[in-house]
């Protein structure tokens, strides 16, 4: 008899180091024992060093893609990344209510960890009123939170807000990721706000190092596998976020400067 894997997709952006967007989930689908399918949106041309250049691929190829998966494929879970402008965002909030691909988990990629824009910020109230609406999970980032609640968050009591304020706009269940970004923490704390009002936090050991591009995009597309393996919600997050924590904890040398996180950690591990 044939092996069969789910197969989740994930719709974002090339990143062409291999560390971060696209790349990084696939490497995350491969290691959680999915098939990944992709409808690629973007493409950043960058290295180790950074971003050097980006492209956003023609709409009409765009809903292509989908139609290819959709007519061949049995998705059961998606997750977004870059989508870098409004007409995109449009276009895979389009494709994604003409198809059934499942659970959707949104991570709003808005900027990179060293600071180079994925998304055009004329994009935010687009992000906000189309595709937030349709996420079974969204997980931004301590500096997305902000952006997208529209407020600062200074402590636990304001993740909490932040979580609720996305909630509200549609969201059904929301990971809101903690800060950092300093080498004099001891812990990070993610908080998880579900869709039936109960919340918990995730903690895990700070790990001070330049080799953790593509921890967001590995984090989303773990909750993405693990949603497409029929786990609920809370399973899918705790087992990303573990994954995350390993290929953070366990370097290895890939680039000169900061480079990926690393996908064989589960393997080398067990
Ligand atoms: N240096 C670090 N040490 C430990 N955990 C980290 C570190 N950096 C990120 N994480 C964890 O990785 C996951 C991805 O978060 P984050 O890096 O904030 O996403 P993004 O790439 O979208 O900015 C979160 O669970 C976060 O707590
Ligand atoms: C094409 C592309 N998409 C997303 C990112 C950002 O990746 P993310 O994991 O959210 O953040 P970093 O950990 O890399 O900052 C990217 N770089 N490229």
Redesign the pocket.
Known sequence: MMNQYPQALTI????SDG????Q?DLHTFQALKVHGASVIT?C?AGNSYG?HDSVTMPLSFINQEFKDLADDYQIRAAKT??LGDSDLINTVVDNYQQYDFGPLVV?P?II???GAM?LEQSAFDTLKTKLIPLATVITPNFYEAQKLADMEINNDHDMLTAAEKLRNMGARNVMVKGRHDSDDQEEVKDLVLLENGDTFWLTGKYFGTDR???????LSAGIAAELAKGNSVTEAIKVAKAYVDRAIQNEILVGHKFGPINHWATEDID
């Open positions: 974002a952006g090339s990143d560390s971060a967007g696209m990084a973007a950043v971003i990344g870059m991570d990629v990179t960890k060293h994925l953790k591009n593509g921890t967001g995009d590995t």
